[in-house]
């Protein structure tokens, strides 16, 4: 009886030791993917984030420009002359990506990372939806409006693009300083 329990250990052994390396090698294996996933994914959103940083230094400086321009055809002293001379040449919303952002929530690689982390893009990518989908009913209220021909439409025009351009310069402003320190973290 002992050298058949025996004989049954020395075959069973084998396959237990077989079976758990084969769970471990599986394990390995797949937490090599995870990673190298986390990596493509923080390389995406560098890139994403990098990119758009550039666009909105890049329409920041106009915006400014025209908040300027608009406070001073307000305080001209012919406002309808003064309009009919300047050039508007339009108001160039920045446009800015979250591609990168939603294919990590779908796919759901996102959990690999500090959830400090996940809070700050979060937070950047709901800042970023809100800048967009302002930019997006600034354009269609604009658009909207028939051409103004009187001073006193001019003037609510000048008025409502300027503050417009107010909250567009806030948002870009905390959008830069907040893709400057999710870039930092990433």
Do not use: C, W
Not at 29 to 54: C, P, S, V
Not at 67 to 85: I, N, V
């Amino acid at each position: 009886m002992k050298k058949i329990a025996l004989n049954v250990l020395n075959q069973i052994i084998p396959i237990m030791i077989g079976v758990y390396l084969g769970f471990a090698l599986n394990n390995f294996g797949e937490d090599r993917q995870l990673k190298r996933q986390a990596n493509t994914f923080r390389n995406m959103l560098r890139t994403e984030i990098g990119e758009n940083l550039e666009e909105l230094e890049g329409v920041r400086p106009y915006h400014a420009q025209l908040l300027e321009d608009f406070s001073g055809l307000l305080h001209s002293d012919d406002l309808k002359k003064a309009f009919e001379e300047y050039s508007l040449k339009g108001l160039r919303p920045g446009f800015v990506n979250g591609s990168a952002f939603n294919t990590g929530i779908q796919t759901g690689v996102i959990q690999q990372f500090d959830l400090n982390l996940i809070q700050l893009l979060n937070r950047l990518y709901t800042l970023q939806e809100k800048y967009n989908s302002f930019n997006e009913s600034m354009i269609a209220s604009l658009s909207s409006r028939a051409f103004p021909e009187t001073e006193k439409e001019i003037r609510s025009v000048l008025i409502s693009v300027s503050m417009s351009m107010t909250d567009v310069h806030q948002f870009e402003q905390e959008l830069i300083r907040s893709y400057k320190l999710v870039l930092e973290q990433l």
